[in-house]
């Protein structure tokens, strides 16, 4: 199983860097979308054809979504790489009527984009079978519906976790209990002190969160662009004695 980062950059793209999106390549072959925030679409082209893959989101914020509509239009417009199936899509109950505002024409309309997606809604805990992976939601601490996720090939038990945008909550050391790879937000920086409550992490609780899950390896993601990210990552090792990494787009990791 193979995990690239097509962007992480926290709350808004930065320069050479797209908002948070990620591409799962499962051993069987098959590909599935993590997230899709602005600029993630145009680093996709780079690997593969875009319609080749489901689609997964941990919430509907702007930075994971957005490049939703231009992906329905490459999925059902694209001359020679148009999607030749429907793929599964997962997400919060909303995403149909969040995202099909979206890609409607009028103001008020909602298009339905189910002649190319198979939508089916989380449901916390519920394992869900997405090409070659199974896939588990957690609920995270984050404005709106939000979820971590679980992914794990039933094959080789290799298991990469991702918190979304989350604040520390026990349900995000369940979701990345063991994990192979655990790709947790930092969005605060170092610390949260003084921030808002019930929105981000910090690198100091990534690295709490990693060493009371288990984890293999960590990579810090959703810095903010404004952010000291060595001081982020100086923080997650004051709490975590594993391997702690700077996600960069392109990055590719082995699991």
Known sequence: MK??????????GAPGNPASGYLLSPDDGSSVIVDLGPGTLAALQEIQNPADAHVLFSHLHADHCLDFPSLMVWRRF??????TQRHRCLGPAHTPVHLGRLTADEPDDVDDFSDTLEFTAWRHGHTETVGGVE????????????????????????????SGDSADHPNIVAAARGADLFLCEAGWGPTSEGKIMGMHMSGEEAGRIAAAAGVKRLGLVHIQPWTDKEATLAAARTEFDGEVILGEPGMVFDV
């Open 3 to 12: 995990l690239t980062i097509l962007g992480c950059s926290g709350s808004l």
């Open 78 to 83: 694209h001359p020679e790489l148009k999607a």
């Open 135 to 162: 896939v588990t939601p957690f609920t995270a601490s984050h404005p709106g519906e939000a979820y971590a996720l679980r992914m794990q090939d039933p094959v080789s038990g290799k298991v990469v976790a991702y």
